[in-house]
């Protein structure tokens, strides 16, 4: 069984949508469990509707604790073999439990990951088949750190459940997913990723990636040195990706945290990065154009720098 994980904060208006596309599964064998964490608009309401719909619905109303909290709370209460997670304001094709499982269970994988959709407007279209892609977990984790393939999100992807036997979300922070990604892919024989555009992410006003820069950003390179460390006894493969990540963190930091005394620290922080690796990551033909492209204006052009950013499409 799989045991779908959908934290629920504030979403009555994407609410009904996200919980139609998930009881729709074409894979039955599942079972949804939806926090409300603390929700001060009616998707505690609307969760408990679902629940006298549909029996495999499960509700658990809980105070206020943040996405990671939420998540936690739902991984505790889990019955499936496979944990999966949603966000209560997204919306994921009919095929997604079906072709994620038969992904990990035809190739004997430990987690499986499809492609994201992104949602603009209300015109909705997955896509079903793709190449497949097969991993370990030294080139994995290689692959997530150079932002290449998958995405780090912690939805888009199914888990055998014994891997978040001794980790969990980190709590109170934004990033959770790729603060922890790299240790649950660590754990892993075989990884199996495929090009089907299955999980649908829709971008809205208050997403997380429409927001403006804020404090809780600058948890990104605390999040980078985690990552390092991590990485400074392992393969040299894996050194290198993680300091190509923690200079796309720097990168990030330097280009959106505002101009004003209180960034003054955190700005200096990721040019201190960049100055560190900059060069060597560089030299490194694995890194993604985009950010080989940012890093050489960064360092020979920098005046440019934030002028050519603000006409690229992040999302292509």
Same mark, same amino acid.
């Given at each position: 069984?799989?045991?779908?994980?959908?934290?629920?904060?504030?979403?009555?208006?994407?609410?009904d949508?996200?919980?139609?596309?998930?009881v &729709?599964?074409?894979y039955?064998?599942?079972e949804? !469990?939806?926090i409300?964490?603390?929700?001060s608009?009616?998707?505690?309401?609307?969760?408990?509707?679902?629940?006298?719909?549909? %029996?495999?619905?499960?509700?658990?109303?809980?105070? &206020?604790?943040g996405?990671s909290?939420?998540?936690?709370?739902?991984?505790?209460? @889990? &019955?499936?073999?496979?944990? +999966?997670f949603?966000?209560?304001d997204?919306?994921v094709?009919?095929e997604?439990?079906?072709?994620l499982?038969?992904? +990990?269970?035809?190739? *004997?994988?430990?987690?499986?990951?499809?492609?994201?959709?992104?949602i603009f407007?209300?015109?909705?279209?997955f896509k079903s088949?793709?190449?497949?892609?097969?991993?370990n977990?030294?080139? @994995? !984790?290689?692959?997530?750190?150079?932002?290449?393939?998958?995405?780090p %999100?912690a939805?888009?992807?199914?888990?055998?459940?014994?891997?978040?036997?001794?980790?969990?979300?980190?709590?109170?922070?934004?990033?959770?997913?790729?603060?922890? +990604?790299h240790?649950?892919?660590?754990q892993c024989?075989?990884?199996?990723?495929?090009?089907?555009?299955l999980?649908?992410?829709?971008?809205?006003?208050?997403?997380?990636t429409?927001?403006?820069?804020?404090k809780k950003?600058?948890?990104i390179l605390?999040?980078?040195?985690?990552?390092?460390?991590? @990485?400074? *006894?392992?393969? !040299?493969?894996?050194?290198?990706?993680?300091?190509s990540?923690?200079v796309?963190?720097?990168?990030?930091?330097?280009? &959106? @945290?505002?101009?004003?005394f209180?960034?003054k620290?955190?700005?200096?922080?990721?040019?201190?990065i960049?100055?560190?690796?900059?060069?060597?990551?560089?030299?490194?033909?694995?890194?993604?154009k985009?950010?080989?492209?940012a890093?050489? !204006?960064?360092?020979?052009?920098?005046?440019?720098?934030?002028?050519?950013?603000?006409?690229?499409?992040r999302?292509?």
């Amino acid at each position: 069984m799989i045991s779908i994980i959908i934290p629920v904060y504030n979403v009555e208006l994407y609410l009904d949508k996200c919980l139609q596309s998930v009881v &729709n599964q074409t894979y039955r064998n599942i079972e949804i !469990i939806l926090i409300d964490d603390g929700a001060s608009d009616n998707s505690g309401i609307i969760c408990d509707r679902w629940q006298k719909k549909d %029996s495999r619905i499960k509700v658990i109303h809980k105070t &206020n604790g943040g996405l990671s909290s939420a998540r936690n709370v739902g991984i505790e209460h @889990a &019955n499936g073999e496979y944990l +999966m997670f949603i966000d209560s304001d997204d919306i994921v094709s009919d095929e997604l439990c079906r072709i994620l499982i038969e992904m +990990m269970k035809n190739n *004997d994988a430990d987690i499986s990951i499809c492609n994201a959709k992104h949602i603009f407007d209300d015109v909705v279209s997955f896509k079903s088949t793709g190449k497949l892609h097969f991993y370990n977990r030294n080139n @994995a !984790i290689c692959e997530l750190w150079y932002q290449k393939s998958f995405l780090p %999100s912690a939805w888009g992807k199914l888990y055998k459940r014994e891997l978040f036997k001794n980790i969990r979300f980190t709590e109170g922070i934004i990033f959770e997913d790729i603060d922890i +990604m790299h240790e649950l892919f660590y754990q892993c024989n075989k990884i199996i990723y495929g090009e089907m555009e299955l999980y649908g992410y829709v971008h809205h006003e208050n997403s997380i990636t429409t927001k403006k820069y804020s404090k809780k950003d600058n948890v990104i390179l605390n999040i980078c040195d985690k990552i390092c460390e991590f @990485a400074s *006894d392992k393969d !040299i493969n894996l050194q290198n990706a993680a300091k190509s990540y923690n200079v796309a963190g720097a990168l990030r930091v330097y280009l &959106n @945290a505002p101009n004003t005394f209180e960034y003054k620290d955190i700005i200096e922080k990721a040019k201190k990065i960049i100055r560190k690796y900059g060069k060597d990551v560089l030299k490194d033909q694995n890194i993604r154009k985009k950010n080989r492209y940012a890093l050489y !204006i960064y360092i020979y052009l920098r005046p440019l720098l934030k002028v050519v950013y603000k006409r690229v499409d992040r999302w292509k």
